[in-house]
């Protein structure tokens, strides 16, 4: 009686199981292959992963149970960079020579004041006088410095309302976000390298790592579904 409850039971387990990834590798199915990967892939499964190969010098081939996914060896490493550089990077600053009056808001002002810490890591830096009137107590003192890249007020503007919306969380203008993705790309693992087997379980195990992890910072893919091994026809039907 066991088991002829138990066989209906695990055939059906399985094609469920087979049913989770259905979106087709395409441009136009990217949406729902990412909803599918967030809804079916927790962090914890990456480090669970097993590594079969390389395929075409660029991808990584990973089996999880019955699926497997090819991952994006330049896409996910550059991610994973990126994302290391948005949390932990400070900008460094260059002084001006005459600090510089800025035209906020007392409003907007507030804000700035609120939050000098996430302006300086992000490389702007003020004089605040607590004591003067309000809209003239912020003077901008020192600017981010990059060789690339040049900003100014139009950045603190921009984090300014980042910030309205969502006071003391770390965030970056958009032209840094940019920089580090630019950055990220430079120093990440580039298509054409081949890899040994330690090289890939480690990009595998950062995509466990990454916050948002489907994509690069410049929209790429990172990973997506291949097979489900459920789903071949086995051998013995022949
Ligand atoms: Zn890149
Ligand atoms: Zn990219």
Redesign the pocket.
């Known amino acids: 009686l066991i088991t002829n409850v138990k066989k209906p039971h695990r055939e059906k387990t399985r094609a469920v199981e087979a049913r989770l990834f259905r979106a087709k590798i395409a441009p136009e199915s990217n949406s729902s292959a990412e909803s599918e990967l967030r809804k079916n892939i927790s962090k914890d499964m990456f480090k669970r992963m097993e590594i079969l190969g390389q395929f075409n010098l660029g991808f990584i081939i990973a089996k999880l149970d019955n699926d497997l996914f090819i991952i994006d060896q330049h896409?996910s490493d550059?991610k994973y960079n990126f994302e290391d550089q948005q949390r932990n990077t400070t900008i460094r600053s260059q002084r001006l020579i005459v600090p510089q009056k800025l035209e906020l808001t007392a409003a907007n002002e507030a804000i700035l004041m609120d939050n000098v810490d996430i302006f300086r890591k992000n490389g702007f830096e003020f004089e605040i006088d607590a004591n003067a009137e309000a809209m003239r107590k912020v003077k901008l003192v020192s600017l981010p410095m990059s060789k690339n890249w040049t900003f100014g007020v139009g950045d603190i503007e921009e984090l300014i309302f980042m910030l309205s919306d969502s006071p003391g969380i770390m965030c970056r203008p958009s032209r840094v976000r940019k920089m580090f993705a630019s950055r990220a790309?430079r120093m990440s693992i580039m298509v054409g390298t081949a890899l040994d087997q330690a090289q890939m379980k480690k990009i595998v195990c950062h995509m466990g790592e990454i916050q948002h992890p489907w994509n690069?910072?410049?929209g790429?893919p990172t990973m997506r579904h291949l097979v489900n091994l459920g789903m071949l026809p086995s051998s013995d039907c022949h």
């Open positions: 896409a550059e790309c690069c910072p410049h790429r």
